[in-house]
Structures are given as C-alpha cells and as structure tokens.
C-alpha cells in the first residue's frame, strides 16, 4: 500500500479510542484502578501494558507519543511538561559528571542557560561554538564530548547547522527542530540520533498550552523514563488532547507560515531602512543551497536589522 501522507498521519498516527470515539479522550485522571495488587505490580515492572500513576504514563499523553515518534520518524518518543523539560531530560539521559557536550552558541535562551549555568555547576563542561564550521567543531572534540546540540535554523539569526555533517562525528547528536516542526525537517533521516521539540510553538498551534517531547530509538527513550519520573516534569493529559488537536492541522499552517514569511522576507529586503535580512529561503543567505537541502520549506522565522 502506498505510504501514508504527512497530513494523513498528522490526522490519523496513535489511536486510541476505546469507545469508537475518532478523538481521544482526556484522560484526566492521576492514578488508576487495579482488580488485584498483583495486577498493578506486573504493570509497575514492565511485566503488562498499562498505566499506573500520570507522572509516569496516561492515555491521552501516549497517543501524543506515539504521533510524534511516528511523525519524526522515530521508533519512540516521550512527552514532558515543556520544552525545557524534554531538553533537560534529554541532555542527561546523555552527560554526567566529567562529560564534555559541543553546542552551538546560537541557541534558545534558557537552552543556553542551562549549558552554560546550570549543567557546569553539576560537573559538566560544555563548549559553546560556531557548529556550522566544521573546523571549530573538530577542535573543540574531546575524548570525553558525549553530545553535539544544535538548533537548526537558529533563534534569532537564521543560521544552519548542516546535521549530516555534524551527525558523521562519534558523539549523540541532538538537534532542536521546534522551528522546523517535523513536516518541514527530520533530522533523524538526516543523521542525528534525538530530536528535540518545544511543542508549545508549531506544533500547539494555538498559544494554549505547554508541551516538550523527545523523539529516537526506543532505547534511548527507555532511558528518558527515568528522568520523567524521578524529575517529574510530566505532560498534563489535558495538554497532551490540545497538542493532539493542534497537531491534525500542523501542515496547513506551517504552509501558510511559510507562504507569509517569504513574502515579508522579500519585502523586508527591498525595504530602504532595513540593512539586512536573515531568511534561509532567500537565495542570497549565504546557506540557501544547504536549506534547500535539509528542510522541505523555509518555515515562518524571520530577523533584520
Ligand atoms: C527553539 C526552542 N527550544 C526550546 C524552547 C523551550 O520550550 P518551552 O517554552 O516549551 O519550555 C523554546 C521556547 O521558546 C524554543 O524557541
């Protein structure tokens, strides 16, 4: 059978819908009920599919899952309360004490605060470089780099990181693909071993709601379990049905975004007060032909002077 469009998976990837419903219900519950203590025993250690208690699993939050990873293209994902909540998570499912992590130094502010203030104070070293030279990148390895971060475009100045290239050195990558969204941008095809997401942007849809979530193979998202549910930054299930409703209509809008972007980019451009715009879907930003390459739209960032 031919393979599914993005939209349709948009609409249709993870269900469940006990009472036929085509949308998920909202599980708003925060514990479960059991007929037997052995039953939610076997649950508790991984022994029976279920749900014990919210911070560490729910319904509506495992269909957000299991959207996400498939529209990624990843084998797993896990959901948490906000971007920085999947970042942190993520980042130290990877690092501990004496690790060394490579960043790109163009990168969402509270990313960048936690590389450069609170992950020191924990032990780990973080390099903050220019990734989009390679050369920066290969001085900066050491034997103890355990991951190579990036956001690609950057906020705010619409620079790239070539992820293939990046994802050729030996340490994890992990690439932040909020401002692609993954209609516009996989990196996991492109190389990188996580993705990534604040959910409270494209993929929301709707200024309504927080959300972050990581996108991999399944072990590596075993692995974030752990820190879901010892850290606790859990997603609320009624944020994860408005995420799930925002998502169904996420290629519409990324169109249109884009669509809009580019018209103001190239009016930006003519303008006789601006000096400069930063647009990777203009054909004079120094890495159009690398956008071309690695993102199937420009997507709807824009900055000038
Ligand atoms: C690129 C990027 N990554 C991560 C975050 C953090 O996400 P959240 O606000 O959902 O914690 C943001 C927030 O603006 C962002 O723009």
């Known amino acids: 059978m031919k393979e599914k469009s993005f939209t349709t998976k948009a609409v249709h990837a993870g269900r469940y819908t006990p009472a036929r419903g085509v949308v998920p219900p909202i599980y708003q519950t925060a514990?479960?009920?059991?007929?037997?203590?052995?039953?939610?025993?076997?649950?508790?250690?991984?022994k029976s599919e279920?749900?014990?208690?919210?911070r560490v699993g729910n319904p509506t939050q495992k269909v957000f899952e299991e959207k996400m990873a498939?529209?990624?293209?990843?084998?797993?994902?896990?959901?948490?309360?906000s971007g920085m909540g999947a970042i942190n998570a993520a980042v130290l499912s990877i690092v501990k004490s004496g690790d060394h992590v490579i960043s790109d130094r163009t990168i969402y502010g509270s990313t960048y605060d936690l590389f450069t203030e609170i992950f020191p104070?924990?032990?780990?070293?973080?390099?903050?470089i220019d990734l989009s030279k390679t050369d920066e990148l290969e001085e900066?390895?050491?034997?103890?780099?355990?991951?190579?971060?990036?956001?690609?475009?950057?906020?705010?100045?619409?620079?790239?990181?070539?992820?293939?290239?990046?994802?050729?050195?030996?340490?994890?990558?992990?690439?932040?693909?909020?401002?692609?969204?993954?209609?516009?941008?996989?990196p996991l095809e492109l190389g990188s071993d996580v993705v990534v997401h604040s959910a409270t942007k494209y993929i929301c849809g709707h200024c309504d709601t927080l959300g972050g979530v990581i996108i991999s193979d399944a072990e590596f998202i075993e692995r974030t379990h752990q820190l879901l549910k010892d850290f606790g930054a859990a997603?609320?299930?009624?944020?994860?049905?408005?995420l799930l409703r925002g998502i169904k209509t996420l290629t519409l809008r990324m169109d249109r975004h884009t669509a809009n972007a580019e018209k103001v980019a190239e009016f930006l451009e003519e303008h006789p007060s601006i000096a400069k715009v930063y647009y990777p879907g203009l054909k004079d930003h120094p890495q159009h032909a690398l956008a071309k390459s690695q993102m199937r739209g420009f997507g709807g960032m824009i900055a000038f002077e």
């Open 31 to 46: 514990t479960y009920a059991f007929e037997t203590a052995r039953e939610m025993q076997d649950i508790f250690e991984g």
């Open 50 to 54: 279920g749900f014990v208690y919210s």
């Open 70 to 81: 498939v529209l990624e293209g990843g084998e797993s994902a896990k959901a948490f309360a």
């Open 121 to 128: 104070r924990l032990g780990i070293n973080v390099s903050m």
């Open 140 to 186: 900066n390895l050491q034997d103890n780099t355990k991951l190579i971060f990036c956001e690609t475009p950057t906020n705010p100045t619409m620079k790239l990181v070539d992820i293939k290239k990046i994802s050729q050195y030996h340490p994890t990558t992990m690439v932040d693909n909020t401002y692609m969204t993954p209609y516009l941008q996989n």
């Open 235 to 242: 997603m609320s299930p009624f944020n994860a049905w408005l």
